[in-house]
C-alpha cells in the first residue's frame, strides 16, 4: 500500500459516518462544504440525464450514491481501501454506482469513455498536483463538460503546494500529504491555462454560528 493510500485510511477513521438522513429527511443528498445541510446541490454539475459523473476522492461515497440514485452513472475513485471499503458496506448495493481504488491521474489516463461531469469535494483537487490532474480531467470531459470542485480557503499567505497533516497517535509523528492552495483569481487562471472555460471560483460563506470559515467552490466547462 502507498504512504499516501495509509494516510487516508488515517484519516477515514477519524471521520464520522454520514448521517442516516439529513435535515430534510433525505438518505441520499449531496453537500459541497465541510457544514451539514449547507450550500448548493448536485445542480452545480448541470448534469444531463442519465450522465457519466466522476468523483475524484470520493471517500465514503456518499455523494456519487446520491447522483446515482438521481439516475446518473456515478464513478467514485479513491486511494484509500478502507474509505471504500465503508463506501461499499453503506452504498455497495445502489444501481448505477461504480467504485474504485485507484490514483486519479490513473484512472483518467486509463479510462476510454469519458465523463459530462467531473468534481471533487474536498478531494483528489485539492490533494494532487494540477499540473497532472487538470490536463487529465480535460482529456476526459466531454465537450461541455463541468468540473465542479470545492476545499478550503487558502490561508493568507500560503498558496500553491501546502503539507495536510493527519495526526495518529499520541507517540506517533502525524502522517503527511500534499494538498495545493490558491486565491480564487489563481485557480481561474490555472483552470484557464488548461484549457478550461467558463471559470467561476468564490467563497461561500459558512453558515451562522461560531464557525466562520468558509468553502471554495470552483466550477469550469470544458
Known amino acids: 500500500m502507498t504512504d499516501t493510500a495509509i494516510a487516508w485510511d488515517t484519516y477515514s477513521r ?46 465514503k461515497g456518499g455523494n456519487a450514491a446520491h447522483l446515482a440514485a438521481l439516475g446518473h452513472c456515478a464513478v467514485g475513485v479513491d486511494v484509500s481501501p478502507e474509505q471504500l471499503a465503508a463506501a461499499r458496506e453503506r452504498w455497495g448495493q445502489a444501481p448505477g454506482l461504480d467504485l474504485r481504488q485507484v490514483e486519479a491521474v490513473t484512472f483518467l489516463r486509463e479510462d476510454r469513455d469519458g465523463f459530462d461531469a467531473v ?75 488548461h484549457g478550461f472555460t467558463d471559470v467561476t471560483a468564490d467563497v461561500l460563506a459558512a453558515p451562522p454560528g461560531k464557525r466562520t470559515t468558509g468553502t471554495l467552490i470552483v466550477r469550469a466547462r470544458a
Open 119 to 193: 468534481y471533487s469535494v474536498y478531494g483528489a483537487v485539492w490533494f494532487t498536483d494540477p499540473a497532472r490532474l487538470l490536463p487529465a480531467i480535460r482529456e476526459r470531459l466531454h465537450p461541455g463538460g463541468r468540473l465542479v470542485f470545492s476545499q478550503r480557503p487558502p490561508v493568507a499567505g500560503c498558496y500553491g503546494c501546502q503539507a495536510s497533516y493527519i495526526p495518529r497517535g499520541a507517540d506517533e509523528d502525524p502522517l503527511v500529504v500534499k494538498r495545493w492552495d490558491y486565491e480564487p483569481d489563481a485557480w481561474e487562471r490555472v483552470l484557464k491555462e
Open 14 to 59: 477519524q471521520r464520522p459516518e454520514r448521517r442516516p438522513t439529513n435535515a430534510r429527511g433525505e438518505t441520499t443528498w449531496f453537500n459541497w462544504t465541510q457544514y451539514p445541510d449547507h450550500g448548493p446541490g448536485a445542480e452545480l454539475l448541470e448534469a444531463p440525464a442519465g450522465a457519466r459523473v466522476l468523483d475524484l476522492g470520493c471517500g
